[in-house]
C-alpha cells in the first residue's frame, strides 16, 4: 500500500508559473552566483518555481521549472530528473538544457533520450508506476548548469504536494517559489515549517492563490544524531479538504474523515467462502481464550499465504476481496490484514485495519496534520486490557511484534464511524537485550578456543532473525564472520534458534578458534578482556552544534557480557582490575573483574536509552562513548610463576 504516501515536490522538479519571465545568458553563468551560497555547497538552486492548479476537486496540473548549477563531482545526482505517474497521472511534457560554465547551451534533451520503464519492485506483482528520466551525459568540468520543465496532469488528488526547496544537505537556494491555485470555495490545507516568511494569499477572479518563497537560503551541513529535517529544513505540507479519485468522493480535515473514507472504500470486502469459514472454525474449537484463537488464526494466515504487492490505481487503497485472497493465495498488505480480519469474524473476533507508515527508518508521520501519510496496513485486534497486533504480510513475524517497521509512531486505526489515531507499542531497553556467556580457554602462547552462547530480543533479534530466514546456509556463515568482532578468529560452528514469543528470541551458539588473543612477552601474557561486545567513540564536531542530539531507537538496549577465561596453568595477574562505572543521562556503563585460581570472570553491562537532548549534550555524549570505548580495551597483565 505504498501509492503516494507523500507527493514531495523536490528540487529536480520545481514548477513554472504561468507568465514566468526567460532568464538571460548572462544569469545563467556561474559566476552570477552569490559567494555565500557556493561556500560549503555541492550545488546551487538558482530558480525553482513550482505552480500546482487544481482544476476540480478530482484534477490537477502541476507544472515545474527548476534551474540548478553543479559545482563539483558530489553534486552531480541534481542533473539527473525523475519524474513517476500512474494510471492516474499523465506527463505531458519534459524539457531540459544543460549549459557551461559561462551559460551557453551545450545540449538540450531530446524526446527519445527520455527513459520510460516501469517502477514496479520486486515485490509487486501489479502494478502501473512508471518512471520517466532524464539525464544528460556525464559532465569532467566544473561548474555547469542544468534547467527542467516538467508538466503533469494528475486525477489522484487525495495526495497535495509537499514542497521542501531545499531537499538535501550541501544545497544552497538563490530563488525558489510554490504557489498553490484553488478554485475559490474549494478549501486548501497547509502546514508550514521553517519557513522565514508565511503564505501570502490573494485572490484572482474566481481563484484563490497561495504563494510561499525563500531567497538565498545557504546550504546545511547534516550533523550526526541530527533530528527530522522538516526541524530545520523550509517545508511546506498541502492538503485538500476535499477531493475526489475515479469516482470517490471523500473528506480530508480530520483523522476520522481519512478513516471513514478508507472504511468506505473497503466496507464489505471482508467475506470468505462458507467452507473456509467452517474450517477457521475447527481449527480454532479447542482454544479457549481470545489470543490462543487469534493465535491459531495467525500460523494458518503465515502458513497459506504468502505477500505480493498490488498498486492499481485506487487499488493502492482499496483492497482485493477476502473470497480472491482464499483462492489465490496471496495479496498485498491491504488485502491480507482484510483477509486475516475475515478469518477472525468468522470466530466473531472483531479486527480493525489500521494504516501507518512502515520502515525501519522511516519518520513518523505529521500527527497533527491529517493527511495520507501512510503506507502500509496491520491489523489491530483488542483483548480485553491488551492489543494484539498482527503484520500480515510476513510468514516469519511473532504474533504480537510491532519493533522497528511499526512499532513506537503514530498509526490510524480504522473504524466504523471514523479513523482513530493512536501511539503503537514503544519497544524499551528491557525489551530489546543482547545478553552473552563465554568460555575462553586461553593457551600458553595466545591461542584461545571460545564458545559462545548469546540471546537477542526485541529489536536485537531483528537482524538475526532476518538472517535465519532469508539467508542460505552459506551467506548465514559469511554473515555471521562479518558480525564477529575479534580481529583474527576462525568460524569452527555456528547455530541460531528462534523463538517467537510476543519479544521474541533469537539464541545464537558460535564456537571460534581465535588466534593470539593472549599476547605473550617473556613471563608476562596481556589479555584483553572483552572479547566481542565493543561500542566505538563518537567522532567530535569541529564547529559548534546547531540541532538537537537526537539518540533513535537503535539506542534503546541493555547489554550484558559474562567472559569466563580458563587461563594456562601457572599465570596469576600482575594487578587486579578496578570496576569501573560509566553513568550519564545516556545510559550506564558498568565492567568489573574477578580472579580465582586459573579462573577470570568479566562482567560488563551496558544500558543506552534513547531519547532528545539540548545541542550542547552532544559534547557529553562524545566524553560518554569515548569512556566507554577505552573501558572496552581494557587488558589485564599476567605473570607466570
Known amino acids: 500500500m505504498n501509492k503516494h504516501p507523500f507527493r514531495f515536490l ?32 555541492h550545488a546551487v538552486v538558482r530558480r525553482s518555481q513550482t505552480s500546482y492548479t487544481v482544476k476540480s476537486p478530482g484534477e490537477a496540473v502541476e507544472k515545474t521549472h527548476t534551474i540548478i548549477t553543479i559545482l563539483d563531482k558530489t553534486g552531480d545526482p541534481h542533473a539527473m530528473l525523475r519524474v513517476p505517474y500512474d494510471k492516474l497521472s499523465k506527463v505531458n511534457n519534459i524539457e531540459g538544457t544543460l549549459y557551461d560554465a559561462a551559460g551557453k547551451v551545450v545540449k538540450k534533451v531530446k524526446k527519445n533520450e527520455i527513459v520510460d520503464y516501469s517502477a514496479k519492485d520486486d515485490g509487486t506483482l501489479f502494478s502501473d508506476n512508471r518512471m520517466k528520466i532524464a539525464q544528460f551525459p556525464k559532465q569532467s568540468s566544473y561548474p555547469y548548469t542544468v534547467e527542467f520543465t516538467i508538466e503533469q496532469t494528475s486525477r489522484n488528488l487525495m495526495f497535495y504536494p509537499q514542497w521542501a526547496p531545499q531537499a538535501k544537505e550541501y544545497l544552497a537556494v538563490e530563488q525558489a517559489s510554490f504557489v498553490v491555485d484553488m478554485p475559490k470555495g474549494q478549501a486548501l490545507r497547509y502546514k508550514e515549517y521553517n519557513m522565514a516568511k508565511p503564505v501570502q494569499i490573494s485572490e484572482e477572479g474566481n481563484r484563490t492563490l497561495y504563494q510561499w518563497s525563500v531567497a538565498n537560503v545557504l546550504p546545511v551541513e547534516e550533523e550526526p544524531f541530527s533530528p527530522e529535517a522538516q526541524e530545520f529544513l523550509p517545508i511546506v505540507l498541502t492538503a485538500p479538504a476535499e477531493f475526489e479519485v475515479q469516482g470517490y468522493e471523500g473528506k480530508l480535515q480530520t ?20 467452507e473456509l469459514r467452517q474450517q477457521v472454525i475447527q481449527l480454532t474449537a479447542g482454544e479457549k481464550t481470545t489470543a490462543g484463537k487469534v493465535a491459531s488464526v495467525y500460523a494458518f494466515l503465515q502458513s497459506q499465504t504468502r505477500y505480493v504487492g498490488v498498486q492499481l490505481g485506487i487499488g493502492g487503497w482499496q483492497t482485493i476481496e477476502a473470497g480472491k485472497v482464499a483462492a489465490s493465495k496471496y495479496g498485498d498488505c491491504k488485502a491480507l490484514t482484510n483477509y486475516a480480519k475475515a478469518l477472525l469474524k468468522a470466530i466473531n473476533i472483531p479486527a480493525y485495519e489500521t494504516i501507518i507508515r512502515a520502515g525501519k527508518d522511516a519518520a513518523d508521520i505529521h500527527a497533527d496534520f491529517p493527511g495520507f501519510q501512510f503506507n502500509h496496513v496491520i491489523l489491530c485486534v483488542p483483548d480485553g486490557r491488551d492489543t494484539l497486533w498482527l503484520e500480515c504480510t510476513s510468514q516469519h513475524n511473532p504474533l504480537g511484534y510491532m519493533g522497528t517497521f511499526t512499532g513506537g509512531r503514530h498509526a490510524l486505526i480504522v473504524l466504523p464511524d471514523g479513523g482513530k489515531l493512536i501511539q503503537t507499542p514503544i519497544y524499551k531497553a528491557a525489551d530489546n537485550l543482547q545478553h552473552r556467556r563465554i568460555q575462553v580457554a586461553l593457551q600458553d602462547d595466545g591461542e584461545a578456543k571460545a564458545e559462545v552462547l548469546s540471546a537477542y530480543t ?24 562479518k558480525s564477529i568482532q575479534v580481529p583474527a578468529f576462525e568460524l569452527e560452528q555456528y547455530a541460531f534458534k528462534a523463538d517467537p514469543k510476543r519479544i521474541p528470541v533469537v539464541s545464537e551458539k558460535l564456537s571460534l578458534h581465535v588466534r593470539r588473543w593472549g599476547n605473550p612477552s617473556g613471563t608476562r601474557m596481556f589479555v584483553p578482556l572483552n572479547l566481542m561486545s565493543h561500542l566505538p567513540a563518537v567522532t567530535p564536531m569541529d564547529k559548534p552544534r546547531k540541532f538537537a542530539l537526537v539518540l533513535g531507537r537503535e539506542y534503546e538496549f541493555d547489554d550484558a557480557d559474562t567472559i569466563t577465561y580458563q587461563l594456562p596453568k601457572g599465570y596469576a595477574p600482575e ?25 577470570l570472570v568479566y562482567t560488563r553491562k551496558v544500558t543506552m536509552h534513547s531519547g532528545r537532548y539540548p545541542a550542547a549534550a552532544y559534547t557529553e555524549w562524545v566524553d560518554f562513548r569515548k569512556k566507554i570505548a577505552k573501558a572496552d580495551r581494557v587488558q589485564m597483565v599476567f605473570i607466570k610463576k
Open 255 to 274: 483523522w476520522e474523515d481519512i478513516g471513514r473514507f478508507y472504511y468506505n472504500l473497503n466496507k464489505g470486502r471482508d467475506v470468505i467462502p462458507e
Open 458 to 481: 526485541g529489536i536485537q533479534q531483528e537482524s538475526y532473525s532476518d538472517v535465519m530466514n532469508y539467508l542460505s546456509q552459506a551467506d548465514q556463515r559469511s554473515w555471521v564472520i
Open 10 to 41: 523536490l528540487l529536480l522538479a520545481g514548477t513554472l508559473s504561468v507568465g514566468t519571465p526567460a532568464w538571460s545568458q548572462d544569469e545563467y553563468k556561474a559566476s552570477a552566483i552569490p559567494e555565500p551560497l557556493k561556500a560549503n555547497a
Open 575 to 599: 594487578f587486579m582490575l578496578e570496576p569501573v562505572t560509566i553513568e550519564s543521562r545516556f545510559g550506564r556503563y558498568a565492567v568489573a573483574a574477578t580472579v580465582k585460581g586459573e579462573t
